[in-house]
């Protein structure tokens, strides 16, 4: 399966979703802009089945490996949902501006993220997903019934 140029790959029953998560009221102005964001991703996103999705694109409860390309600083994540976040534990909110950054996107793709007034050339080393998705219990992974809607 080919990515297209400015497209993401999203696992259909993450956007369904990350897609409800987004629509539970979210308060405070960091939060909303984290929901605009992220919706512009899904929005952009190639939906793909379970049995077709590729091992190596980030998702949720992925560990990502990344290299900062100007620093040669090498970090590592894994991307869970905003109530689970530990940095402690290097378990960072998928609502994060990295988290956001990164979805969807494959192990060897070398990109640019504008993060404020920077910019930061980054380079995805590797990306470990787990079968399953462990979300939230409160969460439904079916789609909406009007997908239209907003």
Known sequence: MKKKLNNILVMKEEYYLLMRYLKKKRTGFRNRLATLSMGRELRKAELVDRADFPADVVRLNSTVIVKDVDTNRVTTYTF?????????QAMISILSPIGIALIGFRKGLQF???HFSAKHKLSILEVYNSSSLNHSPSLDLSPPINLSAS
């Open 112 to 114: 640019t993220w504008n």
């Open 80 to 88: 869970v949902l905003p109530e689970k976040a530990d940095h402690r």
